[in-house]
């Protein structure tokens, strides 16, 4: 049975900071295109970083250079580090697993149509 679980939420201020995590099971971990996703209300699902079957790692505009997507193959776990958050990254973030294809900036596109999901984690900053 797949499963990926997140964790990591809160609230914070803005200018702050939260790791979110994503463990993944029974599931082959890797090489796949993964990544996090993420919704708030009223809007569209948004892709905000995504790694590839290469090791690639993309983001979307509005998070680059703040967040970042990091992974422990080993213990099967996608991380998410969020920095100088803003009061717009407020949202339900998902992790989500896919298959080899698309790589690069696709990935990181593509991520929020995945079937494989967790329940999601649900960040909040305050301005």
């Known amino acids: 049975q797949v499963q990926l679980v997140e964790s990591g939420g809160g609230s914070v201020q803005a200018g702050g900071s939260l790791r979110l995590s994503c463990v993944v099971s029974?599931?082959?971990?890797?090489?796949?295109?993964m990544g996090w996703f993420r919704q708030a209300p009223g809007k569209e699902h948004e892709g905000v970083a995504g790694?590839?079957?290469?090791?690639?790692?993309t983001y979307a505009d509005s998070v680059k250079g703040r967040f970042t997507i990091s992974e422990d193959n080993a213990e099967h776990t996608l991380y998410l580090d969020m920095n100088s958050m803003k009061p717009e990254d407020a949202a339900m973030y998902y992790c989500a697993t896919g298959p080899p294809q698309p790589r690069g900036f696709e990935c990181v596109q593509a991520v929020p149509s995945f079937g494989y999901r967790g329940q999601g984690t649900q960040v909040t900053v305050s301005s």
């Open positions: 790694v590839d079957s290469d090791g690639i790692t």
């Open positions: 029974g599931f082959p971990y890797r090489p796949y295109c």
